[in-house]
């Protein structure tokens, strides 16, 4: 199971870290996306992070602005959302690929979504 959380209020650019939570699985084992559902549009894949170690993989409208980093001994992700705008507010959730998936980037999401975490900048 995955729980996403950290989301809030924020004016346009500030900032807020993200948390995705992993029970019951290694969170490491896998490639992990985020992803963002704004009101009246498609989810979008926001990041993703292949289990080989290697670079995170940003959509290009919050490249420079969000990094994933990782605490194995959590079993968590974060995102780290710096200089938010407006255009980003969207409930984020967090979602791995399947066990049967070899863990590289991009991912199908495996599972249910949760109920995300809202994020809301203001103008």
């Known amino acids: 199971q995955l729980q996403a959380s950290g989301g809030g209020l924020v004016q346009a650019g500030g900032s807020l870290r993200l948390s995705c939570t992993a029970s019951g699985f290694t969170l490491d084992d896998y490639a992990i996306g985020w992803f963002r559902q704004a009101p009246g549009k498609e989810r979008e894949a926001v990041s993703c992070q292949s289990n080989s170690g290697d670079s995170p993989d940003y959509t290009e409208a919050v490249k420079g602005r969000f990094t994933v980093s990782s605490d194995d001994a959590k079993n968590t992700v974060y995102l780290q959302m710096n200089n938010l705008k407006p255009e980003d507010t969207a409930v984020y959730s967090c979602?791995?690929?399947?066990?049967?998936?070899?863990?590289?980037?991009?991912?199908?999401?495996?599972?249910?979504w949760g109920q995300g975490t809202q994020v809301t900048v203001s103008s």
């Open positions: 979602a791995t690929d399947s066990p049967l998936d070899d863990g590289i980037c991009p991912i199908k999401p495996f599972g249910s």
